[in-house]
């Protein structure tokens, strides 16, 4: 039946239908098992409301991109600026978007690119790989509200209206005279810090960090409802100020043939020298290597697979594949992708055409080119923007910059709140304990130290947090594009595609444009690269002094049927009087055998019955796991087979306190290993299968189980 709709039109999951009671420690049968550590990160939202209203959040996102891109792409393109975003727009629509568009039918539940990396690349490599995803989404959290904040603060230092200004100069020759009273070393410090520029961003910084206290749960519905109208108003707006340009340009085409004229003749940037284009194809060798630094313009992407799971899907949809979902998911990117699109390139071409490019480099106008145009600014032949539109001037601009500095503002903590659920979950599958650090908001308070950090640092300057926001998206942007073709690559090999054909020349083509253009960026200003560095090496170094210090934790969920004869049959041998359990190898030749040499070694009759134990390893990367259970009986012989295990010892530890929990007390018998002890604990800390009777002895005694149901461990 249909989710209940609330009066705004949002919904949440119906409660779910209480289960059957099932054994302590052990997950109720399935027909189908799911593991549910390889759908996304744990802890996603349960409201849900329809995409339009997605968009919105996603828009948050999205449109900010509007209050500084123009500016920006002036700034590294110069004239060039609207054929560059040309070439942004189709590397959005023809290479970004279907990548997204494919995992966003890999990977449903929230976990983006992230999530489908895990489950193509298992393992250690594939753990290290997502560390590195991580570190460049915690430096794109961190920069996206450094530079959304810096960025906010442009439009209200250099907003004309006269109230603000008076207050903003009384402020800083207060701040300035507090200053010069400090001591010789704390002036130092403090020197070329304060400026209305930094008071404004640290003020617009904890504005935006407060509100965040308020929805630090996650989505709620007043927070949609704050997005649609935020996004609404400054989309309205921002309608009227790119139309009006628009039609200004249709009615003085003129502007239009000089700007191509300049073009044409190498005369792209104010303060250099012309340089002659050499024919297309030099125009175009150089717009390509201008893409790198205007893809802000692509931001957007993983934030709208990460947010997946707020889109309400169809009523009949499949939780494991929710088809609705995916369907509406990819209408929205492909919304989303072409509106920007078509509003970058016109911002573009329109501020590049009709401001002066002194204003766009060095005045009012840098980062904030349509507010300059909606406060009525001069135009690049020296008319008032209020010939293009009569409602353009102070009023006008003034709201505009209200609700630019408000999607800026929402933008980053959007995002935020988007990451607070995407990375603490996969920290964790490195063995990092983070519930006692989410119950103290040791994150919050680290990443809210990095941010004011970060601002403080940089001087609260755009520009010098631009590259970093810049090597982060790209890098993202980078690793979706390899979970993609690696996926696809996987399939085909499964198909018995020939080797030529695996690869997918868009994916591949994909990946290694973003390569590209992360590493250039990265090359020339390596602040971002440096951060993600530095956030790989603490995490490394806190996730192997953790693992290492939680090996001998229990770290197991519960058992997975694999079907329900199983569950029978795994009751019976809760029943059964003093089972004994023989752990065997995978590769064992015959069950007989191995019986007939146990019996003989450990002296045990005939009449005990032996239930032979095969746990197979899954992921050892993994810390905690849910391994699937299935009973078989192979020549009168009870065998009981564990697969999906992340570690051996557990899974065998875990099987005898659950089969001591009703019944008898079984015995778990082993035989000697050679194995070198040191080698033992290393490949049992980091592979999961050394060290087996050791560990099992000691996982057995700090269980939380009466000490007269633990299990006896022999090794003989």
Not at 145 to 151: N, V
Not at 499 to 516: C, H, M
Request: one cysteine or more; a positive charge.
């Amino acid at each position: 039946m249909p989710a209940p709709e609330t009066p705004s039109g949002e919904t949440t999951e119906p409660p779910s239908s209480p289960e059957p009671p099932s054994p302590a420690g052990v997950a109720p049968p399935v027909e189908s098992p799911v593991d549910p550590t390889r759908s996304g990160p744990p802890g996603r939202p349960t409201l849900q409301v329809a995409w339009p209203w997605v968009l919105c959040i996603i828009g948050l996102d999205y449109l900010s991109t509007l209050a500084y891109q123009p500016s920006i792409a002036f700034g590294a393109a110069g004239r060039l600026a609207p054929l560059v975003t040309v070439l942004v727009a189709a590397v959005t629509l023809f290479l970004a978007l279907p990548v997204y568009w494919y995992i966003a039918g890999r990977s449903p539940h929230g976990g983006g690119s992230t999530a489908l990396l895990e489950r193509v690349i298992p393992g250690w490599f594939g753990k290290l790989l997502i560390l590195f995803l991580l570190s460049f989404g915690a430096v794109d959290l961190v920069f996206t509200r450094t530079f959304s904040a810096a960025d906010a603060a442009e439009h209200l230092t250099h907003s004309p209206y006269p109230a603000w200004q008076a207050t903003l100069d009384s402020a800083t020759r207060e701040g300035e005279t507090f200053r010069q009273s400090l001591s010789p070393t704390a002036l130092a410090w403090t020197e070329g810090l304060w400026n209305r520029q930094m008071v404004v961003t640290l003020i617009v910084l904890t504005i935006s960090t407060v509100t965040g206290l308020l929805f630090f749960r996650g989505y709620t519905p007043g927070f949609v409802r704050l997005a649609v109208v935020v996004v609404g108003v400054y989309l309205a707006m921002t309608i009227l100020v790119v139309g009006s340009g628009a039609v200004y340009l249709a009615r003085n085409h003129h502007l239009l043939v000089n700007w191509w004229a300049d073009v044409w003749a190498g005369n792209w940037q104010p303060d250099r020298n012309p340089t002659p284009v050499g024919g297309w194809a030099g125009l175009i060798v150089v717009c390509i290597g201008l893409v790198p630094y205007l893809a802000l313009g692509l931001s957007g992407f993983e934030f709208t697979l990460m947010a997946m799971p707020l889109v309400r899907g169809r009523p009949d949809d499949d939780p494991a594949q929710p088809r609705g979902r995916i369907r509406k998911t990819r209408m929205l990117l492909v919304v989303a992708a072409g509106t920007m699109s078509a509003y970058l390139l016109a911002s573009t071409l329109m501020t590049t055409v009709l401001i002066p490019p002194t204003a766009l480099t060095t005045g009012e106008a840098k980062y904030r080119a349509l507010a300059y145009l909606a406060h009525g600014g001069s135009l690049a032949d020296n008319t008032p923007a209020g010939d293009i539109n009569p409602a353009f001037g102070l009023a006008f601009g003034t709201a505009y910059d209200v609700a630019t500095i408000a999607i800026l503002s929402l933008a980053g903590l959007s995002f935020a709140l988007t990451l607070s659920q995407w990375i603490p979950p996969y920290l964790q599958r490195l063995g990092m304990e983070f519930k006692w650090s989410v119950r103290l908001g040791l994150l919050v308070y680290l990443f809210t130290g990095m941010k004011f950090a970060v601002t403080v640092y940089y001087g609260a300057d755009v520009d010098a947090h631009r590259a970093a926001y810049l090597t982060a998206v790209l890098a993202v942007f980078g690793f979706a594009a390899l979970a993609a073709a690696v996926d696809v690559w996987q399939k085909r090999k499964r198909l018995g595609w020939r080797k030529s054909l695996r690869l997918p020349p868009l994916f591949v083509l994909a990946g290694l444009v973003f390569a590209a253009s992360g590493l250039l960026v990265a090359y020339e200003r390596t602040v971002g690269a440096i951060l993600a560095g530095g956030f790989i090496v603490v995490v490394l170094a806190v996730s192997i002094v953790s693992r290492a210090w939680r090996c001998t934790e229990f770290r197991f969920d519960g058992f997975a049927f694999a079907d329900k004869a199983t569950a029978y049959e795994w009751a019976k041998l809760k029943s059964t009087d003093f089972p004994i359990l023989v752990p065997v190898r995978s590769r064992m030749d015959t069950l007989a055998h191995k019986e007939v040499e146990v019996r003989c070694r450990h002296r045990i009759p005939g009449t005990v019955p032996i239930v032979f134990v095969q746990a197979e390893l899954g992921d050892p990367s993994d810390f905690a796991q849910l391994p699937l259970l299935r009973i078989a009986r192979e020549n009168g012989r009870v065998v009981v087979h564990i697969t999906r295990c992340a570690s051996i010892a557990h899974a065998i530890a875990a099987a005898a306190l659950e089969l001591s929990s009703d019944g008898a007390v079984p015995e778990v018998h082993f035989g000697w290993s050679t194995e070198n002890p040191v080698t033992a604990n290393l490949h049992f800390v980091l592979f999961g299968h050394g060290n087996v009777p050791w560990m099992v002895q000691t996982l057995i005694q700090r269980a939380k189980a009466p000490e007269d149901r633990k299990p006896r461990v022999i090794v003989g």
